[in-house]
Structures are given as structure tokens and as C-alpha cells.
């Protein structure tokens, strides 16, 4: 299985400052064919099913804000959320979908500071 | 609009079988990856295992063993059987959708919580 891991475990930002949350995998999800990589990021709000930001690493689903961007490539990706907002607080997480079992990381929390 | 919705009962006692069923509105099961997803609480995400036009079925190895997922054309519905359920199997479960096999889920139902008791 591929292992996902997330940092930090939770976070508090400032209104309108920045907010990185990482995430690292235990081998490449990155096909060489297509130069794709397999990584999403949801962003779950209490007593919600997750919802989908961004999926082959950086490419943001429809309706998401564009401060919310993803980065990185292989083994390591970053989830940057540009200028936060109070409706941003939730627990984010990042999926490989690149084999099964596809895997989760265990989550970030996202507080206001 | 796509809309997935998990039915079947909040309790089921330890050692028996906990059967879930996802009931999908505003487009066809045909073409699509139908999964299981759970979540105990105050935890993460688990992915269970997926169905595809009923000719393809992937588990979860660490489940494999306890699992049934099958598909309903007829009621545009496919369903969740867990064996010999344990407190450890306490989650909400959640049913979702993808577009292939290597792509992110796109739709998620609300989630049901299935509690495991004696």
C-alpha cells in the first residue's frame, strides 16, 4: 500500500494569511506515460462528505475558489490556500489514486489563529 | 445532478453482517467507478473498494476477506456487505463515485454511521 503523510497535523492561520498543508507519499505516484500525477485534495467541513478542491495535483475542480492551489510532483505535494478565509476552516486531505488500495493521508486541521 | 444516498441500519450487533446500500439519482451506474468509503469517527478516510458494470470488483486487501460489493442496474443502486463485524468497523460509511479507475472521487453521499455493538 501507499502510505500518505501529511504535515502538520493541524494549523492556525490568520484571516487572509497563508496556509500550506503537505503531503508526502511512500513511493512515486507519477505514470511515466503521462507525466500525470495521481493526487487529490478534499477539503471536509463537519458533518460533510469530503469535497474535491484539486485533483492530478494542481488542477482545481470547478467552483473552487482559485486561492486554493496544489503543487508538486512524484513523492511530494503541497495544498496552498492563498489568503484564508473563515469558511476554509475544515480538515483537509490528500489521496493517491494512483493504485489500490488507494489511501488516504490522516488529515490536517485548519483552524483560525 | 448526480446524487448518492447510503440507506440500511445505524446498529448492527458484533459478529453479524452490516449491509448498506447506495442509492444513485440524476445519471446511470453504467461506465462509472461506484465505491465504499468509511470513516470512523473523529478519524480518516478508508477507502473499501470499488464496482465497475458488475464485471470488475476491487477490495480493500485488509478487507477483502468480509467483503461483498455488488450492483442493481434495475434500481440504479449498488450495495456494501461487511461479515463478522466488530467495534473496529464503527464508521460513517460513505458511498462515492469516479469517472475511471485512476481518477478522484468527484461525488460523495451525505454518509450514514453504522455503530457495531454487543
Known amino acids: 500500500d501507499i502510505v500518505m503523510t501529511q504535515s502538520p497535523d493541524s494549523l492556525a492561520v490568520s484571516l487572509g494569511e497563508r496556509a500550506t498543508i503537505n503531503c508526502k507519499s511512500s513511493?512515486?505516484?507519477?505514470?511515466?506515460?503521462?507525466?500525470?500525477?495521481?493526487l487529490a485534495w478534499y477539503q471536509q467541513k463537519p458533518g460533510q462528505p469530503p469535497k474535491l478542491l484539486i485533483y492530478?495535483?494542481?488542477t482545481r475542480e470547478s467552483g473552487v475558489p482559485d486561492r486554493f492551489s496544489g503543487s508538486g510532483s512524484g513523492t511530494d505535494f503541497i495544498l496552498t490556500i492563498s489568503s484564508l478565509q473563515a469558511e476554509d476552516v475544515a480538515v483537509y486531505y490528500c489521496?493517491?489514486?494512483?493504485?489500490?488500495?488507494?489511501?488516504f493521508g490522516q488529515g490536517t486541521k485548519l483552524e483560525i489563529k | 445532478q448526480v446524487q448518492l444516498q447510503e440507506s440500511g441500519p445505524g446498529l448492527v450487533r458484533t459478529s453479524e453482517t452490516l449491509s448498506l446500500t447506495c442509492t444513485v439519482s440524476?445519471?446511470?451506474?453504467?461506465?462509472?467507478?461506484w465505491s465504499w468509503i468509511r470513516q470512523p469517527p473523529g478519524k480518516g478516510l478508508e477507502w473499501i473498494g470499488y464496482?465497475?458494470?458488475?464485471?470488475?470488483?476491487n477490495y480493500n486487501p485488509s478487507l477483502k476477506s468480509r467483503l461483498t460489493i455488488s450492483v442493481d442496474t434495475s434500481k440504479n443502486q449498488f450495495s456494501l456487505k461487511v461479515r463478522s463485524v466488530t467495534a473496529a468497523d464503527t464508521a460513517v460509511y460513505y458511498c462515492?463515485?469516479?469517472?475511471?479507475?485512476?481518477?478522484?472521487?468527484?461525488?460523495w453521499g451525505q454518509g450514514t454511521l453504522v455503530t457495531v455493538s454487543s
Open positions: 492530478w495535483a494542481s
Open positions: 464496482i465497475y458494470d458488475s464485471t470488475s470488483i
Open positions: 440524476g445519471g446511470s451506474l453504467s461506465g462509472y467507478y
Open positions: 513511493q512515486s505516484v507519477v505514470y511515466s506515460s503521462s507525466n500525470r500525477n495521481y
Open positions: 462515492a463515485r469516479a469517472t475511471t479507475v485512476v481518477a478522484p472521487v468527484d461525488y
Open positions: 489521496q493517491q489514486y494512483y493504485s489500490t488500495p488507494y489511501t
